[in-house]
């Protein structure tokens, strides 16, 4: 077995039984023999290939290279081919080319390659089939384990490598991903799934692959505008490293010319000072350029920020207007209401004031009773007869005639003289 295939714990727990192993290395018997074993089988198999695919990040396989790695004991698998040619008829596994194929841009485009393309070419294909299968040189791409990696990868992309042109170099790198084919592979998914825009331009007559990831599931693409852009911000990154570079060589050339002066060269010590002013001047040419770079980009981005502030103001004014023509809200019928208003608050007011009088007529007959009333009343005050002397003196000789005899005044006790027996 090879030593890198898998881990031990990535393994199926029966690999070590010898007799089981040898059930499942050894060809497929015909599969209305035991439908359930053949079934089981196959499942093993393709469950093992998409185990060894995600694991190791290798998503491009062919017969020969599946069937090294999963050499047992010095024996390969007799039922691969079988395995291969099974998962490429459900369309577990397809070959590079046609996985690689660029992905249609547009909505008309996908409809002509559903509804035309495809059902043409769908005969064709499906005799193919075992053809293709069968050839060993033939490189396959295991879908599965491409489209689940792939969302792995976009969720380890930094947030500043999103919505911005960025080097397939740069992120590999970033990722420490060293295998650029497989990358490839899984960008090319995202790229399908308008998850990612992918670009190749000429640069110094190299082919330079750029990347933009987006947070939409809509892809707008990378523009010309996007290219530009990119193209300035290389050449920054390039000044900066230059003036870097040439900042370092001045300390040098200084430090250089301190030392030759020390040892009393002068001569020397200017030498080193004139190559210090050749490189002052080509340090100030590189800052004026990365200058006039960064404020390119400076006014980019403020375009950029006024064309979408505008677009933001034609938004909320074309959903403004939408508002205005559903509820019918014009100047006029604003008018026609708040004047419908007025009439209606008078009335109300009217209703108040009607509500608030009180019956005058009842008020003055009542008021007129009450004077009456008034007049007639008898002011005198009832005499009040006082008793008389004659009814005085019979009073005290009533209060004569009670025996009311005088009681004694209570003895007093001297409490310091009497004694207490107990």
């Known amino acids: ?39 089981s089988k196959l499942e093993f198999w393709k469950n093992l290939i998409y185990v060894y ?36 008829k459900n369309g577990d596994i397809q070959t590079l080319n046609v996985f690689l ?56 992309v930094p947030p500043t490598m999103k919505n911005k042109v960025i080097e397939l170099k740069t992120l590999a790198e970033t990722l420490k991903f060293n295998d650029t084919q497989q990358l490839n592979i899984l960008l090319h998914c995202l790229n399908c799934k308008r998850k990612l825009s992918m670009k190749t ?26 290219v530009d852009i990119f193209t300035l911000q290389q050449s920054e990154e390039t000044l900066l490293n230059d003036i870097e570079k040439l900042e370092n060589q001045i300390t040098k050339l200084i430090s250089d010319a301190k030392e030759y002066l020390a040892k009393g060269q002068r001569q020397s010590a200017k030498s080193y000072l004139r190559k210090k002013r050749d490189v002052e ?14 404020t390119l980009l400076a006014r980019v981005e ?11 103001y034609k938004t909320a004014l074309a959903r403004l207007r939408a508002m205005f023509n559903e509820t019918g809200l014009t100047e006029e019928s604003v008018s026609e209401t708040m004047l419908e208003l007025e009439e209606v608050l008078e009335i109300h007011d009217g209703i108040q004031v009607a509500l608030a009088q009180t019956d005058t007529t009842a008020d003055s007959e009542l008021e007129k009773e009450l004077a009456e009333l ?17 009814d005085l003196d019979d009073m005290e000789k009533k209060m004569a005639m009670l025996d009311i005899r005088v009681l004694p005044s ?13």
């Open 1 to 39: 077995m090879d030593e890198n295939f898998l881990p031990i714990d990535k393994l199926p727990e029966c690999w070590n039984d010898d007799r089981r192993i040898n059930v499942l290395f050894a060809p497929f018997r015909d599969k209305s023999v035991n439908p359930k074993d053949w079934e």
């Open 53 to 88: 695919c995600t694991h190791n990040q290798e998503y491009v396989f062919t017969y020969p290279e599946l069937a090294k790695k999963f050499k047992k004991d010095g024996r390969s698998p007799a039922c691969l081919g079988v395995v291969i040619e099974e998962m490429y």
């Open 101 to 156: 194929q660029t992905p249609p841009e547009s909505w008309s485009e996908w409809i002509t390659n559903s509804l035309v393309k495809k059902p043409i070419l769908w005969s064709f294909t499906k005799i193919k089939n075992s053809i293709i299968a069968s050839n060993t040189n033939t490189s396959y791409v295991h879908i599965n384990a491409a489209e689940s990696d792939s969302l792995k990868l976009l969720d380890k």
């Open 201 to 226: 331009i000429q640069k110094k007559g190299n082919t330079i692959t750029l990347l933009k990831f987006h947070n939409a599931d809509t892809a707008n693409g990378i523009s010309d505008k996007d």
């Open 281 to 294: 001047k080509v340090l100030e040419k590189r800052a004026n350029t990365l200058h006039n770079i960064q």
């Open 302 to 312: 403020d375009a950029q920020s006024d064309s979408e502030i505008l677009d933001s």
């Open 374 to 390: 008034v007049e007639n009343y008898d002011t005198k005050e009832p005499d009040i007869k006082l008793d008389t002397p004659t």
């Open 410 to 422: 209570p003895p007093k006790n001297d409490l310091n003289k009497t004694k207490i027996s107990l």
